[in-house]
């Protein structure tokens, strides 16, 4: 019985990992950085993956401290926190483009202003910036799988784990690749002019998502 048990539970981690990260915010910002700074579709691919960690880190903390506290509370902090990731995201997402226009009204007079583009381009901190906003959304769905794999063995419970784990950054690296690769057809003087802004309106707009119909 425990062992239809945990593969009961086993699909139903796969589940809500993969399906949770079909949702645009998952995905969607860190292709259309990766598209901007014209990072290959392997680094974009790595970006992902390390978001994906951090994501998934944070959600499995929080169904640890849930044991300890109560699924409740944690559920609670976990409805606040992907609000605030929701805000994070629109922020990133206007400063992004800001920044995006900027360099496009050089590009357009002819200035580079190589110096702020090598010392201030979101490149630099674009990466740690949408790691940080990824380990700021935990997914509170996978909570009660969490809750229920504490009454199994600790393998079983660990194997539930890594497959909602695997799930989730499996499904967001993928993503993330294929609408990289496929962006990377899109070319043209216009496409390296207005990519930065276009990336961050979109990044705007998914965070405004995010925060009013709670992906």
Do not use: E, K, M, N
């Given at each position: 019985m425990s062992a239809e048990v945990a593969l009961t539970l086993g699909a139903a981690a796969a589940s809500v990992g993969a399906l949770h990260a079909l949702a645009p915010d998952h995905w969607l910002p860190i292709a259309a950085v990766g598209r901007a700074q014209g990072w290959s579709t392997g680094r974009?691919?790595?970006?992902?993956?390390?978001?994906?960690?951090?994501?998934?880190?944070?959600?499995?903390?929080?169904?640890?401290?849930?044991?300890?506290?109560?699924?409740?509370?944690?559920?609670?902090?976990?409805?606040?926190?992907?609000?605030?990731?929701?805000?994070?995201?629109?922020?990133?997402?206007?400063?992004?483009?800001?920044w995006g226009l900027r360099h496009a009204r050089a590009h357009l007079h002819g200035h580079r202003h190589d110096h702020y583009d090598h010392v201030h381009a979101p490149a630099r901190v674009g990466a740690r910036a949408l790691f940080a906003i990824y380990a700021a959304d935990p997914c509170v769905a996978v909570i009660p799988i969490l809750f229920a794999a504490a009454a199994l063995s600790v393998p079983a419970t660990v194997a539930i784990v890594a497959t909602y784990e695997l799930a989730t950054i499996g499904t967001m690296v993928t993503l993330v690749a294929v609408a990289r690769a496929g962006t990377a057809r899109v070319q043209g003087p216009w496409v390296e002019r207005w990519a930065a802004s276009a990336a961050g309106v979109s990044i705007a707009v998914t965070g405004v998502a995010v925060a009013v119909l709670g992906w």
């Open positions: 974009t691919a790595r970006v992902a993956l390390g978001c994906g960690l951090g994501h998934v880190t944070v959600s499995v903390l929080l169904g640890l401290i849930g044991l300890v506290t109560g699924r409740q509370a944690v559920t609670t902090l976990g409805g606040h926190t992907a609000a605030v990731s929701g805000v994070l995201l629109v922020g990133f997402g206007v400063a992004y483009a800001l």
